[in-house]
């Protein structure tokens, strides 16, 4: 299994960012796909989330109406589309999937920070 993201970067407050998850090893349409972040000195905090078909999102109050999470099965990938950023979005971004107890796995996350 490997997860890969991208899209990270620099950004002022009020921009946008496309964050993508490129996914190997599985079967992505079988699986509901996460996204989650951890900014410096806090713990890593959930996001976002799609069912395997893409039919049914959750996202963290935080972040509704700003983020759009996404899911191209046929790519293997999953994008989080993110909107009017503020520096409390500052984080790294991780791509997440739980293939059942105890089979967790983790990207190597994407830097997202959000500075003028």
């Known amino acids: 299994v490997q997860l890969v993201e991208s899209g990270g970067g620099l950004v002022q407050p009020g921009g946008s960012l496309r964050l993508s998850c490129a996914a190997s090893g599985f079967t992505l349409s079988s699986y509901g796909m996460n996204w989650y972040r951890q900014a410096p000195g806090k713990e890593r905090e959930f996001v976002a989330s799609i069912s395997s078909s893409g039919d049914i999102t959750n996202y963290a109050g935080s972040v509704k109406g700003r983020f759009t999470i996404s899911r191209d099965n046929t790519k293997n990938t999953v994008a989080l589309q993110v909107n009017s950023l503020n520096t409390e979005d500052t984080a790294v971004y991780y791509c997440?999937?739980?293939?059942?107890?105890?089979?967790?796995?983790w990207g190597q996350g994407t830097q997202v920070t959000v500075s003028s």
């Open positions: 997440n999937v739980q293939l059942g107890p105890a089979r967790d796995y």
